[in-house]
C-alpha cells in the first residue's frame, strides 16, 4: 500500500516562503500523477496544484504566479514551492494523486501570520 508523508510546513510571516515535500513509497508514485491540496480552518479541502508523470503542471487559477509544484521521481518526492505567503494560505497541506486514490498522510501545517 502507497502510503505518503508530507513536511516542510511551519509558522512564517506574510511575504515569507516554504517549500513542501511529500515522499511517497510504492512503485504508484513514479507511474501516476500527483497532487497537493490543503484544508484551512473551516474549508473544504481544496486542489492547490497536481503534476503529471511527465511534469505537465496545473496550478489553481488563483495561486498561479506563487506556487510551483515540481517532481523528482527519482526520490519519489513531490515539492510545492510557495512565494509570497498570505495569511489566507494557513492550512493543512496534503499530497494525494488528482483522484484522491491514496489513503491520506497527516499532513504539513503552514500557518501564517500578518
Known amino acids: 500500500q502507497v502510503q505518503v508523508v508530507e513536511s516542510g510546513g511551519g509558522l512564517v510571516q506574510a511575504g515569507d516562503s516554504l517549500t513542501l515535500s511529500c515522499t511517497a513509497s510504492?512503485?504508484?508514485?513514479?507511474?501516476?500523477?500527483m497532487a497537493w491540496y490543503r484544508q484551512g480552518p473551516g474549508k473544504q479541502r481544496e486542489l492547490v496544484a497536481r503534476?503529471?508523470?511527465?511534469?505537465?503542471?496545473s496550478v489553481q487559477n488563483s495561486l498561479r504566479g506563487r506556487f510551483t509544484i515540481s517532481r523528482d521521481n527519482a526520490k519519489n518526492t513531490i515539492y510545492l514551492q510557495m512565494n509570497n505567503l498570505k495569511p489566507e494560505d494557513t492550512a493543512i497541506y496534503y499530497c494525494?494523486?488528482?483522484?484522491?486514490?491514496?489513503?491520506w498522510g497527516q499532513g504539513t501545517q503552514v500557518t501564517v501570520s500578518s
Open positions: 510504492g512503485s504508484t508514485f513514479s507511474t501516476g500523477a
Open positions: 503534476i503529471s508523470v511527465t511534469g505537465v503542471t
Open positions: 494525494n494523486t488528482p483522484s484522491r486514490q491514496l489513503v
